[in-house]
């Protein structure tokens, strides 16, 4: 392009952020608040709140299971543990032929079904922040790919583009207009870079089987099966004998497993032909007390109770991803290092934010009334993004709330009510001016988060009155959150609606630029 | 950044597209060009292939970077297929024409 | 320890900024630096910084260590841009009253 080298990729990085801004912030923000999916599910479901961690909670569940599904070809338990005291279980549906699952969630102490209201819970921000809802989940993967592309290259671009990293590390001019979206951007880019790169890249090396197959076409003649066994290590069981033989104890394989990790943890058993003499038992190591998601595991013969296999270490390359997607799950480390990784995450929102933001705010700056329809589509979308995603997500907590437990399918209601909210929030702007509109929505964002404790303790007995002398911190940590979040978009939507008759009052000769332009 | 008026727009706007399409089409080419020829690597296949998935990516976004610093849209579909070449090459000798 | 590896960074990253002449001018109330003092102030900022990793590998060991110093050093110069903007003159005293205060608070902790 003409104008050099800079100015080519200043051009490539607008354009690269601006095309896919909307989806990069909606992904952004719901992964965010992913790294607290357990949390937000915990929340979600205030029937589980008294449960307990307890320490035979593998013997109590596995009880269960027996009489919950004796015919199944495998079971899946996932075990307690401090973030989740609940055990989540699985099993192979025997009249659905075995390709579909059933699921539980039992009491750690009792193994009894602990009944709770329908919900998606955090899941339904996880998985709408790589596969979006209502949607081909290929689509919605494929889509989310290609953008965060967009994003890296975006990333690459705004790197070689902004010449003053050193000397406007730690620049936030706040009050100058254009010049303050420009730095926020700047600021929230520059400190976390590190952070955006890596989430960016691994988030693409998470769906790489999907939009990267081309070498497993070559060099394993496009068999997946092949190369999948070789990478993950999936073993197909073999089908039931129909001769029945009882299930070995299982906390003694518990035991041998952490043994052989030197001490770590296991987090899941699978059981496969339970109650027959095919039977085996995978013991699974909990996957936070490591950088790497690949799995550790130690076979046992389930009728004998023997260890019959142990999962080795990894080659390179299979551990170089193993740690790509550990490294973008973030769930290693514990709540401080979680904490690190949301902050991060929200540095990476805002600065998808302030970008959209200041292409709108520099077309009016440069083009005033003459800004067209273009620049109008891409204000419409800034409010409906920013500011409808924050009133979608914290209506869908409230739907959690208020909609009866007892309701028909509940939890696609909830995501109903999600959806809907949004697509209030998108036509709303259509309707405002372009400073009402923002004002309007990050104040109703604000009503609705500051008020979300309130209704939680209305609704519930799990509100920050109790939660915060029993130091429940997973479920005070949330209201406390919402608290925070609340008071951010009132204090935006404050900013936003300082009237702008003041300011042309002001002394400056040169006209002010307003942090949103009126129209 | 934004597109000036000009009497040059319309072939401004081609060529964008053109570096456009050599970017999204063509980086994805190239990147998957790369992810074959490392799978075919010596060593364990299956290494050589998750490590041809994980650097396609990198090649990819250098590509796109490529296609909108060059000086034309010529030179940048002609910087896309002067690495591709070797590749195709290599590619042709280890899985055969047909393949 | 994440208290340590955080004020650690904190002054280190609060030190490189009072070596420029614009941030120096916020929070001293002159842009005019000593060339000693910049010297000083360049090179312990950077050793701060440094400083900060051993600090989180202590806590996480080398692996998320790394990981978490990343994030550390974000998370430290954060509250720095914000405070530059809306309180500078809190920084110098930030900077020199919270690692002896992470240091006692650690040392009283552990017996």
Redo the contacts between chains.
Sequence with gaps: MKGGFRQSMAWLHTWSGLLVGWVLFAVFLTGTVSYFRAEISFWMRPELHAARVAPDAAENVLRRMHALAPSSSSWIINLPSERDPLARVFWRDPSAGGNRFRRAILDPATGEDLPARETLGGDFFYTFHYQFHHMPVLWGRWIISVCAMFMLVAILSGIVTHRRIFADFFTFRPRKGQRSWLDGHAVTAVLALPYHLMITYTGIVTLMLMTMPWGVQVAFKGDNQAFSATVFGLERPSPRSGQAAPLAPVMPMLDAASRHWGGAQPGRITVNNPGDVTSTVQVFRVDDDRLSVNRQVVSFNGVTGAMVSASGGNRPAAETRGVMVGLHRGVFGGGAMRALFFLSGLMGTVMVATGIILWAVKQRQKLGARAGAGTRLVEVLNVAAIGGLPIAMTSYLWANRLLPVEMAQRSAWEVHVFFIAWGIAAMHPLLRTHRRAWVEQLGLGAALLLLLPALNAVTTHSHLGITLPAGQWALAGLDLLALGFGAALAFAAWHVGQPVAEKRHARHPARQVNPVPAE | ??IHLSPHRAGRNAGIGSRSVAAILGGYGL??LA??S???LPG???????????A???V??AA??WC??AGSALRAWTGLLIPALPLVAW?WI??GGG? | MLPLGFVSAFAGFAALCLAMERHHGDALGTRRIPARRALVLRVAGWLLLALSLPLCASGWGWGMGVVAWCGTLSAAALPLVLLLSYAPRLITWLALALPPLAGLSLALRTP
């Design positions: 950044m934004t990147a998957s992810a074959m490392l799978a075919l364990p296949p299956a290494e050589a292939v998750l490590w041809g998935m994980m396609s990516y990198a990819m976004a796109v970077m909108f610093a590619l280890n899985v393949a």
